[in-house]
């Protein structure tokens, strides 16, 4: 079983900047794919930023050159830097890793960006 806890959501202005991080821990054997998600209230969930363990990153086009998705393998962390926020980007924030075959949650994290 892995455990993944978040944290760094919070109230932002318009055009400021938070850090999202998530660490796993324990039955790890090797992390493939880490990734950040997001939901809006009244709306799906939909896929924010990727990173393999390769280190290839993908990012939804509404969030590309202001979020950088980011891991640190000895720490089993994944980071989500989010500049130049927006009020749309307002949602829960979960993060989701793959290991040895399985797929993991975390509770998530709420990022509100006031106007």
């Known amino acids: 079983q892995v455990q993944l806890v978040e944290s760094g959501g919070g109230l932002v202005q318009a055009g400021g900047s938070l850090r999202l991080s998530c660490a796993a821990s324990?039955?790890?054997?090797?992390?493939?794919?880490m990734r950040w998600y997001r939901q809006a209230p009244g709306k799906q969930r939909e896929l924010v930023a990727g990173?393999?363990?390769?280190?290839?990153?993908g990012y939804a086009d509404s969030v590309k050159g202001r979020f950088t998705i980011s891991r640190d393998n000895a720490k089993s962390t994944v980071y989500l830097q989010m500049n130049t926020l927006k009020p749309e980007d307002t949602a829960v924030y979960y993060c989701?890793?793959?290991?040895?075959?399985?797929?993991?949650w975390g509770q998530g994290t709420q990022v509100t960006v006031s106007s």
């Open positions: 989701w890793v793959s290991t040895a075959g399985y797929v993991y």
């Open positions: 324990g039955s790890i054997f090797g992390i493939d794919v």
């Open positions: 990173i393999t363990s390769g280190g290839i990153l």
